[in-house]
């Protein structure tokens, strides 16, 4: 369940786009009372659904802190990000900002890791799961430099999707394409970390 509150944001985000785009003249009038004029009707549905991703962000925080009384740094900074690209997008009725969102997100990630790493000497990774597994700090290392090397990549895989494929195909590959390869990425380290927790405890 934790997992799909997560994606609460790029789920509502893929539903909204599918439901504008479904409804054209709804969608566009829609967009054009809210976001002024000099919006087209293609433009209407990436706009609708910039918006409810980021209400539906500010949810998740209102969710969060009535829980928990404390909120996740991850998610803060999640919020900053859909409210300065998805801003830009609704204010300048540029879809290109928001593209770049999970771009921005991603190397963010992958620069505190990296940089925790070579500047700190801290292993992020580590300190989040040591707790639960015991691994030689060769691996640990490994580990942080593969999570590191996945988000970079994402984010470039991200770009490219956007700039060579149609709008859709985008928004498709934003919740399947992504939700799969950090499926596929988090089996495959699955597998490669049994084989050394099997090693220690032997």
Same mark, same amino acid.
């Given at each position: 369940m934790k997992f799909l509150f997560d994606l609460l944001p790029v789920i509502l985000f893929f539903v909204a786009y599918k439901l504008a785009g479904a409804q054209p003249d709804a969608s566009h009038q829609l967009a054009t009372q809210w976001l002024g004029d000099g919006i087209g009707p293609t433009q209407a549905p990436i706009l609708i659904a910039t918006a409810v991703a980021i209400i539906?962000?500010? %949810? !998740? #925080?209102?969710?969060?802190?009535?829980?928990?009384?404390?909120?996740?740094?991850?998610?803060?900074v999640s919020l900053a990000i859909i409210v300065v690209f998805g801003g830009a997008t609704l204010f300048f009725h540029n879809p290109t900002f928001i593209k770049w969102k999970p771009t921005a997100l991603y190397w963010l990630?992958?620069?505190?890791?990296?940089?925790?790493?070579?500047?700190?000497?801290?292993?992020?990774?580590?300190?989040?799961?040591? %707790? !639960? #597994?015991?691994?030689?700090?060769?691996?640990?290392?490994?580990?942080?430099?593969?999570?590191?090397?996945?988000?970079v990549s994402m984010g470039l895989l991200n770009i490219y999707i956007a700039y060579s494929f149609s709008e859709e195909a985008w928004v498709n590959f934003k919740l399947f394409g992504g939700m799969g390869l950090m499926l596929v990425f988090v089996l495959g380290q699955g597998f490669y970390l049994s084989r050394h927790i099997e090693e220690e405890k032997n």
């Open positions: 539906a962000t500010f %949810a !998740q #925080i209102a969710i969060v802190w009535g829980k928990h009384r404390k909120v996740d740094t991850m998610l803060w990630f992958g620069a505190v890791l990296l940089g925790s790493a070579l500047l700190f000497r801290r292993n992020l990774i580590r300190k989040m799961l040591e %707790a !639960q #597994i015991q691994l030689p700090d060769a691996v640990w290392e490994r580990l942080n430099m593969a999570w590191a090397a996945f988000f």
